[in-house]
Structure formats: structure tokens, C-alpha cells
């Protein structure tokens, strides 16, 4: 269903005063898929969203394409796991931080709260310390 561009505002004041059946219809019609289990207002933006869609083109490719890899990929503390030892050289040392059992994280024989705390102390700048370690770059090549 091709919407044109003049009708665009006519058809989203439209669908402010529909109810959630006749959403519901106009979703199918749009997209030719059943429409999503959402609350009304939810609806009605994702309704709105096709039809500006339709008329102005949607999103670009390259925008497809950084939405469609964000939710693939993984928080970076998910790949840290108990008894893993991460190494790094800094200031011609080399530093070790061990994983304990439950998570925690050691280095310089003291606990600390997050690899990224580490990172700091160990440079003495803001770091992310999974970045820091490794562990963002391993993930991207994944």
C-alpha cells in the first residue's frame, strides 16, 4: 500500500482517534503481518511510523543495518567469567587481574569493583576496562 506524501497528515490524524481493532487492521494492511501484542499508544506509534515510512521512505540501509546489529551484540562483562586471568601491558608492566568464583576482580592482591577501576588505577585516566583488556576488540571480531 503506497501512501503519498500529501495524504500523510491527513492519515496520521486519522489514526489518533482509532480504536485498537481498527489499529490493528491498519497495521495488517501496512505491513501485511499480524500486528504486534502492544498497548494502544504503542500501536498507534508504530502505525504512524509505517505510514511516514511508506510515504518518506523509512530509515536509510545504513541505519537498517547499525539497528540490526546492536541487539546481536553482547554487553562486554558477559564474556568475564570465574577463574579467567586477563593480562595487559602498561608502562612496560605487565599487569594480571584474575576473575574470582563469584565474579569479583583482583589485581595487586586487592579486590576491586570492575575491571574499568582497574583501568584507571592502573593508567591513571578514565578507560573502559573491558576495552582496556581486550575483551571489546575480541567481541567485535566474534
Not at 540490526?68 to 586471568?85: F, T
Amino acid at each position: 500500500m503506497k501512501v503519498s506524501k500529501g495524504k500523510l497528515e491527513a492519515q496520521l490524524a486519522e489514526i489518533a482517534d482509532m480504536d485498537k481493532p481498527d489499529l490493528q487492521q491498519r497495521w495488517v494492511q501496512l505491513t501485511g503481518m499480524p500486528a504486534p501484542r502492544v498497548s494502544l499508544a504503542m500501536l498507534r506509534l508504530a502505525v504512524a511510523y509505517e505510514l511516514q515510512a511508506k510515504a518518506l521512505g523509512g530509515l536509510s540501509k545504513q541505519a537498517r543495518q547499525r539497528l540490526e546489529g546492536a541487539g546481536s551484540k553482547k554487553a562486554a562483562g558477559q564474556d568475564v567469567r570465574p577463574g579467567m586471568r586477563l593480562a595487559r601491558e602498561h608502562g612496560g608492566v605487565v599487569h594480571v587481574v584474575t576473575i574470582g568464583e563469584q565474579g569479583e576482580v583482583c589485581w595487586n592482591g586487592k579486590q576491586w569493583r570492575s575491571l574499568s577501576e582497574v583501568a584507571r588505577a592502573i593508567t591513571g585516566t578514565r578507560w573502559s576496562g573491558p576495552a582496556f583488556f581486550g575483551l571489546r576488540d575480541a567481541q567485535r571480531a566474534a
